[in-house]
């Protein structure tokens, strides 16, 4: 019998694009989420009773049975890591053996990107239980590139000339299904690893404003800004302290050349080349709606 794979987040973009993947591959897998009526009616899968990271006994109900957990990380809040510990630990109590963990590219303790600790202190968590694991550090999403312009067509944020390495969630799914099928195929496996998931080349954002252009066919450009500016123009949104400072240290990290890497994981792990930032704006004309319809602005 095929060892059940409990899907986190299973709704969404990375867990959704997973499940879809792993159910294809004729694969049983749980399925994870808050609200069972918005996971995919999928062959092979079982919906799981609701269940919430921070909430221990509903987690492990859920995950009772799975072989392996892919978890994707919780939306930020001051809370995050708390809630990981705690569905890790309803895991590992339910008998799961390994846990594939969706991380961020240059996690550390002390990432310019605030978000990106969170992950770090995730990791060695996870490594502290002695479960089997592998870590999928994926860069920053291409699709949310588009959405950084305002309707007026401008980026703007303190990256100074830093570069991105973004990646595309296709790319991010089919490694993450090549990893989880791994074992399953009597492949070798990928416990202890740790891959950088990124796109085949790091733009600036001046660069992705260019990119941007030749997809809309309008005027849309970067804009600089210092880190007083960034925050005072951020002011509108009245957002929490905590969340406001993770929006701005994202840009800070690109100026600091932390989220510059371009890895071959991608590659290496699906058999195919990672997908370009152009490419991916030419698959997904959807992205950059909002820069082209009748509520856009003129340049």
């Known amino acids: 019998m095929t060892p059940a794979i409990a899907v986190t987040g299973a709704s969404g973009r990375i867990g959704g694009r997973v499940a879809r993947r792993l159910a294809g591959a004729g694969v049983s897998q749980l399925l994870l989420g808050r609200d069972p009526a918005r996971l995919p009616a999928l062959p092979g899968a079982v919906k799981a009773p609701p269940a919430s990271y921070g909430d221990a006994e509903a987690m492990r109900a859920a995950v009772d049975g799975a072989g392996t957990l892919f ?160 925050y005072a123009s951020r002011e509108r949104y009245d957002a929490e302290p905590w969340k406001v400072q993770g929006w701005v240290s994202s840009y800070e990290a690109m100026a600091n050349g932390e989220l510059a890497e371009v890895s071959d994981a991608v590659p290496r792990l699906t058999g195919r080349p990672a997908t370009a930032f152009a490419d991916f704006l030419r698959e997904n004309p959807d992205s950059y709606r909002h820069l082209t319809g009748p509520q856009a602005l003129s340049p």
């Open 71 to 230: 978890l994707v990380s919780a939306h930020e809040s001051p809370g995050r890591v708390r809630e990981h510990k705690t569905a890790v630990d309803a895991a590992v109590a339910a008998g799961v053996e390994r846990i594939v963990y969706v991380s961020f590219l240059g996690a550390a303790p002390d990432a310019t990107f605030t978000f990106a600790r969170d992950h770090w202190h995730t990791e060695q968590y996870i490594r502290s239980t002695g479960v089997r694991h592998t870590f999928l550090r994926d860069s920053f999403y291409q699709a949310e590139f588009p959405a950084m312009a305002g309707q007026d067509g401008v980026i703007r944020g303190p990256a100074g000339e830093g570069r991105v390495s973004a990646v595309a969630h296709e790319d991010i799914a089919d490694a993450a299904a090549a990893v989880l099928l791994a074992e399953l195929e009597d492949l070798d496996g990928h416990d202890g690893a740790t891959y950088d998931l990124t796109g085949p080349q790091a733009l600036s954002l001046a660069e992705i404003a260019e990119e941007l252009t030749r997809a809309t066919g309008r005027a849309i450009s970067y804009v600089p800004q210092t880190r007083e500016e960034a």
